[in-house]
T-cell receptor, first 110, second 116 residues
């Protein structure tokens, strides 16, 4: 079993839709979580950190459920420019390394 | 100004050759990393390195070796290239916030390696 697992998609949604991605992790020692965004043939870029209390940044909301070991990302009012692959990432302080999920591909269509 | 840069952007070479990929960061970060992203888009850590400690992912063949001439540079040297080494290699850097146990990593643009 992979340490961080995501549905690869693709998720095809119309502009303006709300879409949610989930991610599960197996290493209960993981202390921090992030969502990264990767555009086609580009490098990953940090989208937002994920905290136990949840956090919101504009149209994006991230939630962490430690009891169930899953992380979610909600995107409201999808834009064409949101089309990308979204990577769920866990950080283990002991190993000082990020572990990436395989990514979920989102395609927002007019 | 580019925060994390890599050269070359594309690298096409024959099996058995030795090659290096260079990485530089101008963010003043303490830690640098190398990742490999294969054709299935899985991004896997290869090395984590600061001036005190090198952490190696145990699945990385010893043909791969990181070399750091200084804090701002972490180069990746690959010996005896194999077909399976074809992938995109990303360099990254971060400033570990040890008190919070969190870090943001900044990635370079990637080096697309094709081994023929």
């Amino acid at each position: 079993r992979k340490e961080v697992e995501q549905d690869p998609g693709p998720f095809n949604v119309p502009e303006g839709a709300t879409v949610a991605f989930n991610c599960t992790y197996s290493n209960s020692a993981s202390q921090s979580f992030f969502w990264y965004r990767q555009d086609c043939r580009k490098e990953p870029k940090l989208l937002m950190s994920v905290y136990s209390s949840g956090n919101e940044d504009g149209r994006f909301t991230a939630q962490l459920n430690r009891a169930s070991q899953y992380i979610s990302l909600l995107i409201r009012d999808s834009k064409l420019s949101d089309s990308a692959t979204y990577l769920c990432v866990g950080f283990n302080n002991a190993g000082n390394m990020l572990t990436f999920g395989g990514g979920t591909r989102l395609m927002v269509k007019p | 100004d580019t925060a994390v840069s890599q050269t070359p952007k594309y690298l096409v070479t024959q099996m058995g050759n030795d090659k290096s990929i260079k990485c530089e960061q101008n963010l003043g970060h303490d830690t640098m990393y190398w990742y490999k992203q294969d054709s299935k888009k899985f991004l896997k850590i290869m090395f984590s390195y600061n001036n005190k400690e090198l952490i190696i992912n145990e699945t990385v063949p010893n043909r791969f070796s990181p070399k750091s001439p200084d804090k701002a540079h972490l180069n990746l040297h690959i010996n005896s290239l194999e077909l399976g080494d074809s992938a995109v290699y990303f360099c990254a850097s971060s400033q570990v916030l040890t008190a919070l146990g969190q870090e943001t990593q900044y990635f370079g643009p990637g080096t697309r390696l094709l081994v023929l």
